[in-house]
């Protein structure tokens, strides 16, 4: 079974960064995309940052230029750069791995982040 263990999340003071790690285990096919998801409170799930097989990234318009999404194929892990975090980015983080060929994605449990001002 795939599982999915997220880690990195915490409480930092706006401005500061955190780096959030997603490592993968179990019958996991080689061609997948990996991505960070969020939702805060009162709000959506919304897609953060995504990495597809080939390498390519794209990111929700509002962390643009402060987050860096990465991928360790040897690893298989994820990681989500943070930087320059701010209050509005606070929710609770979840990591997603979807397998190309069938359309099956796993996802973690979430870990928390929290930005205060």
């Known amino acids: 079974q795939v599982q999915l263990v997220e880690s990195g999340g915490g409480l930092v003071q706006a401005g500061g960064s955190l780096r959030l790690s997603c490592k993968a285990s179990g019958a996991i096919f080689s061609i997948y995309s990996m991505g960070w998801y969020r939702q805060a409170p009162g709000k959506q799930r919304e897609l953060v940052a995504r990495i597809t097989a080939a390498g390519t990234t794209n990111y929700a318009d509002s962390v643009k230029g402060r987050f860096t999404i990465s991928r360790d194929n040897a690893k298989i892990t994820v990681s989500l750069q943070m930087n320059s975090l701010k209050p509005e980015d606070t929710g609770v983080y979840y990591c997603?791995?979807?397998?190309?060929?069938?359309?099956?994605?796993?996802w973690g449990k979430g870990t928390l982040v929290t930005a205060s001002s």
């Open positions: 997603n791995l979807k397998q190309d060929i069938s359309g099956r994605d796993y």
